[in-house]
DNA sequence: ACCTGAACACCGTTCAAGT
DNA sequence: ACCTGAACACCGTTCAAGT
């Protein structure tokens, strides 16, 4: 059993500093997440964080990037082995999304406080790009079937995914009253599906 | 023109480190605030600011809280001197409430991100307390006369409220695409109608 | 009552230098 | 290539002391 002597630290100081961050933020909030403790924390010295992230923010950014992934992922997930009918899978997304939401709030806020400029990193955009077409996938779908009104799946989806994030937001920041965690997602989701049935 | 060798600052500190934060709030982001900062601003000492916030969070609801009455107030504008149907009083509440968040992003978000425990400031929820009230009467005038749906007034309120943070929240927050700030806004109002609307 | 000055324990970032 | 150590210019908070 030969101990190496530890190596240049344990294995990939990158994916560490990104695990042990996300794990700060949730248990400790934004405003706690300091590189030094970061690399305190991972047995580093202070600079060496640098060599992997330019910056603090460049780090945030990443955070904010691996999350919109799990995020995709999550919600594509939610459209497996399920039925077909627009009720059914919209349910399911929405109880995804705000899912996601409740168990990783401050990783939410952070992924919508990164700055969305066109100049702001390319893979970030990307990603967004990536989920926001499932939430159109599901309107189209929805169209097809004849349980979603007419007309062009943007301007359809866009009140969906507005109300959804707006829930999520509000139950993450404790604004909702606590009755409203009762029957409060029954009742968006049923708004939701009244708001885009067909006339 | 006796030139008074200068007050203790020059008038009122409190107040004036409240506007020279929201200032900087809006111009430089949540993260470039600093107290020393906002000291060396007014000219005064870096520890003067503690006499008037035993923190920088304590600053930080204070600001909040003041966002709140604000935007409190231009929602109850909006409902003056204005038609008596519900769609007219929707529409003017959701583009002031739009209107105020994407006038004071930075504020908006900070408003939200103020913990809201039940612990926290009682000023600060009873000011929420007090908006909030506004939709909901919004929403049993609109009972009332019959273009709202029945039902208990805050179950109906919170979809319809959730859909204009949302909103108001990609829209501050530059997720929603250029198209979207064309026709977005008028969607969403529309879509509001419809989910709220009688059967 | 209101503010100052100094002190303490932190930050993020940079840069020579080591291996 | 990857990391260290020291240095620099900042922070927030506290506390004796001044007026």
Sequence with gaps: MPTRPRPYHHGDLRAALLTR??????????????????????????????????????????????????????????????????????????????????ANAALLDLMYSVKHDPEASEALSASVQRWSAQTVELIAEGQRRGEVREGPVERIGLPVFTTL??????????????????????????YILRGSAPD
């Design 165 to 190: 994030h707006g829930y999520a937001d509000l139950a993450t920041s404790g604004m909702l009253p606590p009755e409203a965690t009762e029957h409060g997602l029954d009742d968006v989701i049923a």
């Design 21 to 102: 961050a996300e794990e700060t933020l949730r248990e400790k909030g934004p405003t706690a997440l300091s590189l030094r403790e970061l690399a305190r924390d991972l047995g580093v010295s202070h600079a060496a964080p640098s060599r992997h992230f330019k910056d603090k923010q460049a780090l945030l950014d990443a955070l904010a990037l691996a999350g919109f992934e799990r995020l995709g992922e999550i919600m594509a997930a939610s459209q497996e082995g399920i039925g077909e009918s627009f009720a059914e899978r919209l349910d399911a997304m929405v109880r995804a999304y705000v899912g996601f939401a409740t």
